[in-house]
């Protein structure tokens, strides 16, 4: 038996699932479009994904939970992602307990900022120094 054909869209992912799964989906995908209006969506390792200069979430749906990816490194997340981290550090929210809109909000503003180079370790440089002119 083939295995199904791999989504080309977003809407086409969503569209696979039953109507209450359907909900949760299209409501994550309005999540992250408030949270990074300027990323792109498309479809990558078959789930839905929105980048920027990079990837910065990919989200998919499965039997009991929706997924969410990569795992979160940011330390200021880290006491709100811990009930939902799987055993890879992805975050597992369970279908059949509400999903947490504000904490996904929370994660897809701090991976754009960190894609658009805000944060993710880069530390200011201190006043009056400046970078060697390269010639």
């Known amino acids: 038996m083939a295995s199904p054909a791999a989504p080309s869209t977003v809407d086409d992912y969503i569209a696979a699932f039953p109507e209450d799964v359907r909900r949760i989906l299209q409501n994550i995908r309005e999540t992250i479009r408030r949270a990074a209006p300027l990323a792109k969506e498309k479809i990558s390792y078959k789930m839905p994904t929105f980048a920027l200069d990079k990837d910065i979430v990919h989200f998919g749906a499965f039997k009991t939970h929706i997924g969410l990816y990569p795992p979160v490194r940011d330390p200021n997340l880290q006491s709100r992602v811990l009930p ?9 929210f369970p279908l059949d307990q509400p999903i947490p809109y504000d904490l996904i909000a929370d ?5 754009a900022e960190a894609a658009r180079g805000k944060t ?12 060697p002119s390269r010639g």
């Open 120 to 131: 993710a370790g880069k530390r200011p440089r201190p006043p009056g120094v400046s970078l």
């Open 107 to 111: 994660i897809v503003q701090a991976r």
């Open 84 to 92: 939902y981290r799987g055993e890879k550090g992805n975050l597992r």
